[in-house]
């Protein structure tokens, strides 16, 4: 089966304001900008931080799938974040409120797909997604957060997955479809809390207990009932963040903490975690004498999660560009480049693999690389062919004995 989709996504972020007056006195555009940016400055130094962001993507089945078709689709998310310092004189609080409206049709039904072409793909509605209170304690070191909470904004948080439009590229199906409602993630949330601390520059351990179930079901919204159980999560993540200019960062930097922390993003990352219901759970396979399924109390889960892929990014710049492609595997595009040039360019990555300054507790790790070249059209003439022979390419690395590019 071949499926051709056509995508075209546009993202627009405004700041809620009240700039009112702006269009009755004939100002210009750009002093409406001013006027909106000015409110929003003095808004935020009071503590209130208002937001509108808004996604739209448009889907175009051209080939295979279930069946032709286009649609379009959005998501209206409407946020506010209160700095309870500055808004009431409350160290280490923070309060956020965020409202979710999702448009438009299901490009899942044009595809035929089994876990979701679009990451913002859900059933039309209007919902509180997520709404909690954040306290962090010992300058910053310690946060706890209590509410109603999305796990994905941490736990299983994989930031290249926000490059793209394909749900695959986030939070695996293995826990995304788990329980009996699925986790509290997008775009259905749960009940609990949050306490996470980061002991050392680079390493943050996180646990979560929340309500088994989501809050909105078939029969309506709800919160701890009888039968939910608890998902219980924890996580150990260890993230590596270059000082600027080479040099140490300050005390404060180091030991930002949770979701207001506001850290530049990460070079590298490995994140190991685990997850248990508590719930009992029909078995999939095995009966009673009656026929009804024999059930099986709790449910467990665990995964691993590494990212590099901004090294290769660094090392590629305009001659190319880098992606996720799979589980643990990176897809690099060179258009132009012969194959040869693309192996020089693989031998590029390999060598700045080698050298970055990995580390794990203060020590240091020497991780390497397997890469895999092929060349259009020399080594396959069409897209599925390149990408097989490219396959083909890496698995001789692999047996070659690893940390090597092979064509």
């Known amino acids: 089966m071949k499926l051709g989709v056509v995508v075209a996504t546009v993202a627009v972020v405004a700041l809620l304001s009240n700039a009112t007056g702006a269009r009755g006195q004939g100002v210009g555009w750009e002093s409406s900008i001013r006027e909106v940016q000015s409110t929003y400055q003095t808004l935020a130094e009071r503590g209130v931080r208002p937001a509108l962001i808004y996604d739209a993507e448009g889907f175009a089945d051209l080939a295979g799938g279930a069946r032709r078709g286009a649609t379009y689709l ?48 859900a059933p039309r509605k209007w919902t509180l997604e997520e709404a909690w209170l954040e306290q962090n304690f010992l300058g910053n070191r310690v946060s706890a957060l209590v509410g109603r909470y999305d796990l994905n904004t941490e736990f299983y948080r994989v930031h290249t997955a926000d490059l793209f439009l394909n749900a695959s590229f986030g939070m695996g199906p293995e826990f995304s479809q788990s329980g009996k409602g699925g986790p509290s993630v997008f775009p259905n949330t749960s009940v609990g809390g949050r306490f996470e601390v980061k002991p050392i520059e680079g390493m943050v351990l996180r646990s979560a207990v929340l309500d088994g179930v989501p809050v909105e079901r078939p029969t309506g919204w709800d919160v701890f009932a009888k039968g ?67 059930r099986r109390d709790g449910s467990t889960g665990a995964y691993v999660i590494g990212e590099s892929g901004r090294i290769i990014g660094q090392v590629l710049g305009s001659r190319g560009f880098a992606c996720r492609f799979g589980g643990d595997e990176y897809l690099a595009v060179l258009p132009g ?54 396959d083909e390419a890496l698995y001789r690395a692999k047996q070659a004995g690893k940390n090597r590019v092979c064509r």
């Open 74 to 121: 959005d998501n209206l998310n409407l946020q506010l974040t209160l700095d309870l310092r500055r808004l009431v004189g409350w160290p280490g609080a923070t309060i956020f409120l965020y409202g979710l409206g999702i448009h438009g049709g299901q490009p899942s039904q044009f595809a035929g797909d089994a876990q979701g072409v679009s990451s913002i793909e």
């Open 228 to 294: 939910d159980g608890l998902l219980i999560v924890g996580e150990a993540a260890f993230l590596y963040r270059p000082p600027p200019s080479g040099q140490p960062r300050p005390l404060p930097h180091r030991f930002r903490l949770g979701r207001e922390a506001q850290l530049p993003p990460y070079d590298a990352k490995l994140a190991i975690g685990v997850w248990h219901y508590t719930a009992s759970f029909p078995d999939l396979s095995q009966t009673r004498g009656d026929g009804t399924p024999v």
């Open 337 to 390: 480049l012969a194959a040869d040039a693309a192996e020089a360019v693989g031998e590029e990555i390999r060598a700045a693999i080698g050298v970055h300054p990995f580390e794990k507790d203060g020590v240091p790790l020497r991780p390497g690389i397997s890469i895999g070249v092929a060349a259009f059209p020399g080594d396959a003439q069409d897209c599925p062919s390149l990408f097989q022979r490219a």
